[in-house]
């Protein structure tokens, strides 16, 4: 039944819409940035063709290859000699499953740490003796606002890092998590992020009508699709009306909610 349903809504879809022929792949707004970060690879590649020192790089990227577990080794694959190690000052580990990241202290002058979308439920052991480091980016894993899981004592060593994000860590999701990760790296001046999900919700700033369901209309559209969360909402303008992802740092609920009522409106 799903299927023969679906199958007429894409017809319908298909007659509105004839380029939208089949379903857009399922992308997120990191996905885009992450090929426009490909992209100028490339170029900046193509800038060094006469240079043979390909293993003096100082980017390394891993990002979504399926990993399980880590190992230095894996940096061969990318033409990363163990002698270039020193060198590095990004390692990108993204979407990937990973929980842990042994041999990371090898790398000490990285400065930039990116394991976003993995397994983690505590930062990389090694992480404190990094002394070179500025950025960590730990969003969607699996942390708490902890000393354990965030290894708190270790980052106060990071007399360089500026940058922690722990946004969309389950977990680490309200306002007293956030202050509590600043007031325990005092007297460290680093910027925290952290999904405030209040915040997000926030009915003030229209991101939603009506406290409740008994507060909507049901004959509009818009009460219709209220209850649907954020994220699958951006998922809609993508899969149904071809639109790129939308960056949650720059179109919130309310925006999204109107880019999805107007596509409806065209229809």
């Not at 319908?12 to 970060?37: F, N």
């Not at 000490?108 to 979308?117: D, G, V, Y």
């Not at 405030?196 to 229209?206: A, D, R, T």
Request: with cysteine; net charge neutral.
């Amino acid at each position: 039944i799903i299927q023969y349903l679906e199958s007429i809504e894409t017809e319908e879809r298909i007659k509105c819409h004839p380029h939208l022929t089949e379903r857009a792949t399922d992308r997120g707004i990191d996905d885009i940035q992450h090929l426009s970060a490909v992209a100028k690879e490339k170029e900046d590649d193509v800038k060094q063709e006469g240079d043979d020192s390909i293993s003096s790089r100082s980017v390394a990227s891993l990002r979504n290859r399926n990993l399980k577990e880590f190992s230095l080794q894996l940096l061969l694959s990318i033409s990363i000699e163990p002698r270039s190690y020193i060198n590095m000052t990004k390692l990108d580990v993204s979407h990937n499953e990973l929980s842990t990241l042994p041999g990371l202290a090898s790398l000490s002058n990285l400065e930039i740490l990116c394991i976003r979308r993995n397994w983690f439920n505590q930062l990389p052991s090694d992480i404190g003796k990094l002394t070179q480091l500025k950025v960590i980016d730990a969003s969607r894993n699996f942390l708490k606002p902890n000393n354990d899981s965030l290894r708190l004592d270790e980052l106060k060593l990071l007399q360089h890092l500026t940058v922690l994000d722990v946004s969309l860590n389950q977990k680490c999701r309200t306002t007293e998590h956030r202050q509590h990760i600043k007031h325990t790296l005092l007297p460290l001046k680093i910027d925290v992020s952290v999904t405030i999900w209040q915040e997000m919700s926030n009915v003030k700033h229209g991101n939603c009508i009506g406290s409740s369901a008994a507060q909507r209309n049901p004959n509009l559209l818009r009460s219709q699709i209220e209850p649907w969360g954020t994220v699958n909402l951006r998922r809609i303008l993508v899969r149904d009306f071809g639109q790129e992802p939308t960056d949650p740092k720059l179109v919130d609920r309310a925006g999204v909610m109107k880019m999805l009522l107007r596509g409806y409106q065209k229809e």
